[in-house]
């Protein structure tokens, strides 16, 4: 994995980031008390961020605070996409196949005990308990954009820590190739999987894959918060993937397994409609999407959706000074 000495994240965006957004932000996480980033990182594993999860205090939406460490790295300048759109503007088919549906189906879904299964060609299979996440692995906020199939766009405060991480500590074996991922698979909790009407006639559960050099590259993030609190169920609670160079579709919620494989496993999407949804699903402008184009995206800001701004897409979402060399011998319009 080459390191770049410049990331393409210390570039300031081309668009102005207006000042008053940027000020709410840094006043949002403030109010929130993400008061821990003088704190050394293995010290918050221990202590802070354990007792913040164990309290009982709960925002109203039944979130948590999460104390993470503010990585000034990602994106500091990036303008947010408002809380209340990343809250309300989902795609979660579990829960619905409208946009809206989400935030209302998935309101009272229970989180919690979860755990997520480790295993399948490594050492040491293992299964986290949702708790012992806040123990073993530092989190860190991190803006990243996430940009969707659909051709719209958010920039979203995510907190969470590496998958890298909870893969090294698994030990994949040689043969170790490619990481599937499983969305939780409980009809009764999830509407959308007990009706093809409402669930998009998906077969369920969800599931997701990535090879292993893209699963271990330092950006793909086990997401546990965003905008300094607990995930909402809707946005994937307990626990989802974020991979942000990728279409949003990559980024699998809620999910309950992780196995190591030496085969490229099948992946949603693209078993519902191969010609539509690739594998790789990098971002791209140049290769469209069989019926639309992904040369622009419309930017998820304040205002309402049809006033929102249109900009161009970019390779990789942005990223590709740090992940363009994984792809460096591939045809990106065969490998889409
Ligand atoms: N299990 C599951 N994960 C999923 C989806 C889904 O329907 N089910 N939708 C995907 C799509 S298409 C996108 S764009 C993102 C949306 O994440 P957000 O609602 O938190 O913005 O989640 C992805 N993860
Ligand atoms: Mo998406």
Known sequence: MRIQSKPSWVIKESEVTPESVYQQRRDILKKLGITLAALPLASQAQAG???VLKSDEKTPDRRRVLNARESAQFHPDLSLTPEDKVLKYNNFYEFGTDKSDPARNAANFVTDPWSVEIGGMVSRPF??????????YPIEER????????AWSMNIPWIGFPLAALLRQAQPNSNAQYVAFQTLYDPERMPGQASRRIGGGIDYPYVEGLRLDEAMNPLTLIAVGLYGKTLAPQNGAPLRLVVPWKYGFKSIKSIVKITLTDKQPPTTWNRLAPQEYGFYANVNPSVDHPRWSQA???FIGEGNLFSSRRQPTQLFNGYANEVASLYKDMDLRKFY
């Open 49 to 51: 961020l354990f007792d």
């Open 127 to 136: 299964k986290l308990n949702y708790e012992d996440i806040f123990k073993r």
């Open 143 to 150: 803006i990243y954009r996430l940009r969707c199939v659909e």
């Open 296 to 298: 622009s995206e419309r």
